[in-house]
């Protein structure tokens, strides 16, 4: 049980990968295909609109030079946009296009992560904002494109 306990507490978003393929396994077969096909596109969108971000953004405090001292320290050791709770937040929102009630159950796990990160100050409350933008923008997208073949 404390080897279950410890994973879900330092993985979990995977938690939240495991109850989304339950969710597909779970819904009637006329929409099991289409979550399944704007899950796909949007955590694909996802994960390229993060990296083309941390390639864009690799130093947060790259205009302070060593006579300036910054304000506020910055503490984050993760990319600029925090995976985790990109994937969570992602995966909230394409549960959320089709199943209105499990996607806010999807939500509130993916703030639960959030405040959890945010508390221990792995991350800003920026990344969990950009997180959250990107998540529902590229769901959207993903929706447009996938009802077009539905």
Do not use: W
């Amino acid at each position: 049980m404390n080897i279950l306990l410890t994973f879900v507490t330092s993985h979990p978003y995977l938690l939240s990968l495991v109850l989304f393929i339950v969710a597909i396994v779970l819904s009637k077969p006329t929409k099991r295909k289409k979550l399944l096909s704007i899950g796909i596109f949007a955590l694909s969108f996802s994960f390229i609109a993060i990296k083309l971000l941390d390639m864009s953004f690799q130093n947060p405090t790259q205009f302070v030079t060593s006579y300036l001292y910054p304000l506020f320290e910055y503490v984050v050791k993760t990319p600029f946009f925090e995976n985790q709770i990109l994937i969570c937040l992602t995966i909230a929102a394409v549960v959320f296009a089709e199943y209105k009630r499990a996607g806010l159950l999807f939500a509130l796990l993916s703030i639960l992560l959030a405040y959890n990160k945010l508390m221990t100050q792995e991350v800003l409350l920026l990344d969990i904002v950009g997180g959250a933008i990107i998540a529902i923008l590229v769901t959207l997208l993903a929706n447009k494109i996938i009802e077009k073949f539905y």
